[in-house]
């Protein structure tokens, strides 16, 4: 509401003032009740002829439209149209290719619109007749790219509506890889994972079995790379089997490995694998700054001296990876108070587990009696099957530190569980590797690319990275606000694995057919469309309900109530 029109209503105001004065001061008293009801009638009239005065009203029926998505109920659209026999209906695409735009409001039935759809409609409004949630997976999530010995998490939520269990599969390369079970009746989250042990593109399925029947069956996309190649330093208070293996294994995974073994006070056994020799007697800032991680045993560590326990925690804080393995109570150092260690009950001789952070289940190497207590800061990275911790870690400045007090890793292998081994020192290292800047980034946006559809891709590069996906090239257009950000959009052509090839690199992702992962995109289109609705200010209702504008009150109603307002007063007074 402007200025002007608070002037009009207070000048209306005190007018009601002046007239209800004058109509009292009167001493004539017959008719005063009428005489000031006529005086109301004529101001207020007065003051809405300088007002913009508007009301609400439903659309005409034949000035909207009905648009059919994917999973309309056909007698549902049917029982509306009884009542709106004159409303067309029509599908997206037929909407939008006949450039019918001068509807003033649309009912959706069906699962709704995507956002790019709902961009087309040029903000004209909605009432969305949705459907109830179908069965089956309505939202998924899982890492796409792996790097070797990662772990696959898939999580999501599952509508069971059916009065039976639903058993969900995670099938990969013909085996049955894990298992859960969704209860009937309920909309339930779960979580299936795995560890891909194979190398490359793989396509992983989840099936979703009633009984015998089949209820569901999706694809689960997977392209595992090689581990980032890391450098890394390992300090030990003598040679031993732990060491011998570890180094052993980070070289067979393309890590650059050098070790110093105390031999005896000053004397070092040193061994360099994959990385030129150099000089690593005296522990500096610059000796550290060319590695990733720093592997050492406590006891070798409290033997530094203070320079080189100081430059160590100032590299750490730099963002270097720090692994402290233990098998007594720490030394006073930086990280001791974040990592308090006690020694607990030694358990008898049983087969014992132990639990990743990421869900992974490893069976204990060996007896164990030392552990830690978990601190504000810390996160438990392995714990046994009493939840007490055995491997915690922390971030430090940019850098991340680790305290383990699995001393005997090595019996994996010599046992033949090379697949614990590897498990355990891959997650125990990427949770403290230091991050490896990427000079090309991509994300992209919807998280299933469909075929036919739009595909929004965003790539971060200091300088147009030129992507190229099947022998074609996309074309971006650099962020205004954001340089180094650079936008580009795709429509695949065909279902399957999908190639961008950039300046130094090369990217995989998948193609989704429409009639993979169908409710997770109705689920999705659901949402999109609800927020659509309550954008607009409409409302969502049944059928029969139109749709709201704000139409102006006609002049003429207020001409005509200040002339019969004004003409009684006149009246009264000369009759009077």
């Not at 007239?19 to 101001?43: D, E, G, H």
Request: with cysteine.
């Amino acid at each position: 509401m402007g200025g002007w029109q608070y002037i009009f209503i207070i000048s209306g105001l005190v007018l009601q003032v002046v007239t209800y004065v004058q109509q009292y001061r009167r001493r004539n008293k017959r008719n005063l009740v009428l005489r000031l009801i006529a005086s109301v009638m004529a101001v207020i009239s007065l003051t809405c002829l300088a007002l913009n005065i508007t009301y609400t009203r439903a659309t005409p029926a034949e000035n909207a439209a009905i648009i059919l998505t994917e999973g309309y109920n056909t007698d549902s659209v049917n029982a509306f149209k009884t009542s709106h026999t004159k409303m067309p209906a029509y599908s997206f695409d037929e909407y939008i290719a006949s450039g019918l735009n001068n509807y003033a409001g649309l009912h959706v039935f069906g699962s709704g619109l995507s956002a790019d759809e709902l961009q087309q409609l040029n903000n004209t409004p909605v009432i969305f007749h949705n459907q109830p949630v179908a069965m089956g997976t309505i939202s998924v999530n899982w890492q796409q790219t792996l790097q070797t010995g990662e772990q696959l998490r898939i999580q999501g939520s599952f509508n069971n509506t059916t009065n039976a269990p639903v058993k969900l599969q995670l099938n990969g390369l013909n085996t049955l890889l894990d298992s859960t079970t969704i209860k009937p009746n309920s909309l339930s989250n779960f979580e299936l994972t795995a560890t891909p042990k194979q190398s490359g593109r793989a396509v992983y399925n989840i099936t979703a079995l009633a009984g015998d029947n089949t209820i569901e069956e999706e694809f689960v996309p997977v392209d595992v790379t090689p581990a980032d190649s890391i450098k890394v330093l390992i300090l030990a208070a003598s040679p031993d089997f732990e060491n011998r293996f570890l180094k052993t294994w980070l070289a067979e995974n393309n890590c650059e490995v050098v070790v110093r073994s105390t031999t005896s006070k000053g004397k070092f056994d040193k061994s360099f694998t994959n990385t030129a020799t150099t000089n690593i007697d005296q522990i500096t800032t610059q000796t550290l700054a060319t590695f990733d991680v720093l592997i050492s045993d406590a006891a070798e560590f409290a033997s530094l001296s203070r320079d080189e326990q100081n430059a160590v925690q100032a590299t750490v804080e730099s963002g270097m990876g720090l692994i402290i393995k233990t098998d007594t109570t720490l030394s006073s150092s930086f990280y001791t108070s974040l990592f308090p260690v006690y020694s607990g009950q030694v358990k008898p001789q049983q087969s014992s587990t132990l639990r990743l952070a990421g869900g992974a289940i490893l069976t204990e190497p060996a007896e164990q009696s030392l552990f830690i207590h978990e601190q504000p800061g810390t996160q438990a990275l392995v714990t046994d099957s009493s939840a007490q911790v055995l491997v915690g870690s922390t971030v430090y400045g940019s850098g991340k530190v680790a305290v383990t007090t699995l001393n005997n890793t090595y019996s994996w292998m010599l046992t033949g569980n090379k697949h614990n081994y590897h498990t355990y020192w891959s997650a125990l290292l990427s949770r403290v590797v230091k991050n490896k800047n990427s000079n090309q980034n991509m994300c992209f946006y919807p998280a299933f690319a469909r075929v036919n559809q739009p595909l929004h891709l965003t790539f971060s590069a200091n300088t147009n990275p030129y992507p190229v996906i099947n022998g074609s090239p996309l074309y971006l257009s650099q962020q205004v606000n954001l340089p180094f950000k650079w936008d580009g959009v795709y429509w695949p052509t065909q279902a399957g694995w999908q190639t961008i090839k950039l300046q130094n690199d090369s990217i995989n992702f998948y193609t989704y057919t429409n009639s993979d992962w169908k409710q997770v995109t109705a689920f999705a289109n659901t949402a999109a469309t609800n927020q659509y609705v309550v954008a607009q200010q409409t409302i969502s209702s049944g059928s029969g309900v139109a749709l709201k504008e704000e139409v102006p009150v006609p002049k003429v109603y207020f001409v005509v109530v200040l002339l019969v307002g004004c003409t009684f007063l006149w009246v009264e007074r000369k009759f009077s």
